[in-house]
């Protein structure tokens, strides 16, 4: 299994700008999330899924879209980057067995918008 | 909304002293995860904790889950530079989302 994958490692923007960051799991897993790293922040959610076609938001959902059209696939999708959203964004699956739940994290993507 | 408070900061050890990280929520929690990660990784899922009082050990690590399910520690006998990080841990109220902490750094010196 390659687990949660992340593409682009790396991205650099310019404000207004708009990409997709792609997040894929090989693992079946059911929950699937988006979280932003800042420097002394913690990780903040974004967005998660609890299956295939369903979405909601999380702490800081301003200014991403996602969807959830397979249990493989979660998209992030920045609609007008701005500077405010440079960051590192890890995309993350878990799965929930009897009462426990385990939950994996991709390598990150490093976003700096100019 | 729900907040989960992390300290210390910083951590600067020796080898071989020990180290302890709180979280503390401001709302009872369902259950309590803690990740580790390495400069420049991603968050590893160490454990979760999910009953009143529970104690778990993963050989030198001692996770505790207080009485009331608002506060927790981990606890690092005899640190190793192999321990050196920034340890997360993160709550969960109701529902799917999880609240992070901002997290300990620890750094570890021979």
């Known amino acids: 299994n390659a687990g949660v994958t992340q593409t682009p490692k790396f991205q650099v923007l310019k404000t207004g700008q708009s990409m997709t960051l792609q997040c894929a799991q090989d693992?079946?897993?059911?929950?699937m999330s988006w979280y932003r790293q800042d420097p002394g922040m913690g990780l903040r959610l974004i967005h998660y899924s609890v299956g295939a076609g369903i979405t909601d938001q999380g702490e800081v959902p301003n200014g991403y879209n996602v969807s959830r059209s397979t249990t493989e696939d979660f998209p992030l999708r920045l609609l007008s980057a701005a500077p405010s959203q440079t960051s590192v964004y890890f995309c993350?699956?878990?799965?929930?067995?009897?009462?426990?739940?385990?939950?994996?994290f991709g390598p990150g993507t490093r976003l700096l918008v100019l | 909304g729900q907040q989960v408070m992390q300290i210390p900061q910083y951590q600067h050890v020796q080898e071989g002293e020990d180290f302890t990280t709180y979280c503390n929520s401001s709302t009872t929690l369902s259950n309590i995860q803690w990740y580790k990660q390495r400069p420049g990784g991603h968050p590893v899922f160490l454990i979760q904790?999910?009953?009143?009082?529970e104690v778990k050990k993963q050989k030198r690590l001692t996770f505790q889950f207080g009485e009331a399910k608002k506060n927790s520690s981990l606890h690092i006998t005899a640190t190793q530079t192999t321990d050196v990080g920034t340890y997360f841990c993160?709550?969960?109220?109701?529902?799917?989302?999880?609240?992070f902490g901002k997290g300990t750094s620890l750094l570890v010196t021979p």
């Open positions: 993160a709550g969960r109220n109701s529902g799917y989302a999880l609240n």
């Open positions: 904790l999910v009953k009143s009082g």
């Open positions: 693992m079946n897993h059911e929950y």
């Open positions: 993350a699956s878990s799965y929930s067995r009897e009462g426990v739940e385990t939950q994996y």
